[in-house]
């Protein structure tokens, strides 16, 4: 089946770095979305992709569509010790005449040392 | 906050039990998806609800079912508790149109069965 695999697993950065992540998959997608996941909440939407080529913003974070629609990569700038968590990449094939279930990916843990 | 709202937070069965969890969607969503998170992993897609009626499973076996209400609340049933169904279960609602389905997660509900 559909599988996404991101990377890095975790990452140890120190405040104030910026921070890149990276999901791939062997289908296409056409929508990526970034979530943010703290300990005992459900994830949380940062940024959603819908075009092919497409970078979006939203403050401190910038994501962007692959142009294969097999990857989409999310940075962080100036990174802050709230910025801690997991965060998902998840795929979505939207079609017209069927459900268009979300494919996750396992995660990229996050940790900001002050 | 999404605006999903999950009942109840934390629940503790044992083996062979049964379980009804509860989901209420943000207003003006018509479509409803569940979620199972083990620990460490993203969540795996479960089913979809829209407009009452099942609209996709995923690799779940039907003693997981659901069911969506007229005012677009839903629930989540298992039967036969296994151990391997100690997750947190999540629900996200989104409004179906042509174009896209952006998914909001409520809280999750933690299930431990014994």
């Known amino acids: 089946g559909q599988q996404l695999n991101q990377s890095p697993q975790s990452m140890f950065i120190q405040e104030g770095e910026d921070v890149s992540m990276n999901c791939t998959s062997s289908s296409i997608f056409n929508t990526w979305l970034w979530y943010k996941q703290d300990p005992g909440e459900g994830p949380v939407l940062l940024i959603a992709l819908y075009k092919a080529g497409e970078l979006t913003s939203n403050g401190r974070l910038t994501a962007q569509f692959g142009i294969t629609r097999k990857d989409s990569f999310l940075n962080i700038s100036a990174s802050i010790p709230s910025d801690v968590g997991i965060y998902f990449c998840a795929g979505q094939l939207l079609m017209k005449t069927s459900y268009d279930k979300v494919i996750f990916g396992p995660g990229t843990s996050l940790s900001v040392i002050p | 906050e999404t605006g999903v709202t999950q009942s109840p937070t934390h629940l503790i069965k044992t083996r062979g039990q049964q379980v009804t969890l509860r989901c209420s969607s943000q207003s003006g969503h018509n479509t409803v998806s569940w979620y199972q998170q083990a620990l460490g992993q993203g969540p795996q897609f479960i089913f979809q609800?829209?407009?009452?009626?099942?609209?996709g499973r995923g690799n779940f076996p039907p003693r997981f079912s659901g069911l969506q209400f007229p005012n677009y609340s839903s629930e989540l049933n298992v039967n036969a508790l296994e151990l391997d169904d100690s997750a947190l279960y999540l629900c996200a609602s989104s409004l179906s149109t042509e174009y896209q389905e952006t998914q909001y997660f409520g809280p999750g509900t933690r299930l431990l069965v014994l």
């Open positions: 609800y829209y407009r009452e009626e099942e609209n």
